[in-house]
């Protein structure tokens, strides 16, 4: 008899907003591996050459980015409005069911300046994971970021509504507006302020 097995990546992704240490709203979602994660992990574990070895690729887990898009954006009449229809434009018709998605729809700053597109290099994108991650078990991980206060919500940003989140490897650039991530999730609005921090907790399971 022949035996079948598969290897599924599962995902568990919880974001937590506090002020000043309680906790204001939740968000948790079961977000999909994408198509280029999928991709990603098979050239991850794969050789090019044997003489010399040379991998595939040998970049890891290190960003995670939030933007305004998502078709479960809750309040387009904040979104689709300036600034954020300027600074941020774009549709909101992407969903966390479908792996061909590449990028965050509507990606939002981290830090930097107020720029329409094209913007400039000195604005921040992704925010870097904290390291080492949080093995729960031989078969998972657990990747942390907290959004302080004063990331993504600034003038002119005042309440910027959140409504999805990327991974990246480091292959990605926190410079750069449009990069391609690895999992992704869609998520009823959060509003995020200069009052609330966000934390993110993503977990991968094998």
């Known amino acids: 008899m022949r035996i079948k097995e598969t290897i599924e990546v ?3 992704l919880k974001l937590t907003m506090r002020e000043r240490g309680k906790i204001v ?5 079961h977000n999909i591996w994408l198509d280029l994660g999928r991709e990603y992990l098979a050239q991850l574990i794969s050789y090019s050459l044997l003489a010399p070895l ?9 960003y995670m980015g939030l933007g305004i898009g998502g078709n479960r954006q809750l309040i387009p009449s904040i979104a689709n409005v300036v600034p954020f229809s300027t600074a941020y434009p774009g549709a909101n018709s992407q969903t966390d069911s479908d792996a061909t998605v590449t990028t965050l729809e509507r990606p939002v700053r981290l830090a930097g300046g107020v720029s329409v597109p094209p913007y400039v290099v000195t604005d921040t994108w992704l925010g870097q994971i904290q390291a080492p991650p949080d093995f729960g078990s031989a078969t998972q991980v657990t990747y942390k970021r907290l959004f302080t206060q004063l990331e993504i919500s600034y003038n002119p940003y005042l309440s ?7 991974l990246f490897t480091n292959a990605a650039a926190a410079n750069v507006y449009n990069n391609t991530g690895v999992a992704y999730d869609t998520f009823d609005t959060l509003s995020k302020t200069n009052a609330f921090e966000l934390e993110i907790d993503w977990t991968i399971k094998f």
């Open 25 to 29: 709203a939740k968000r948790e979602g």
């Open 54 to 62: 040379t991998p595939v690729r040998n970049d890891r887990i290190r």
């Open 10 to 12: 599962k995902q568990n």
């Open 160 to 166: 910027v509504p959140l409504s999805e989140v990327m």
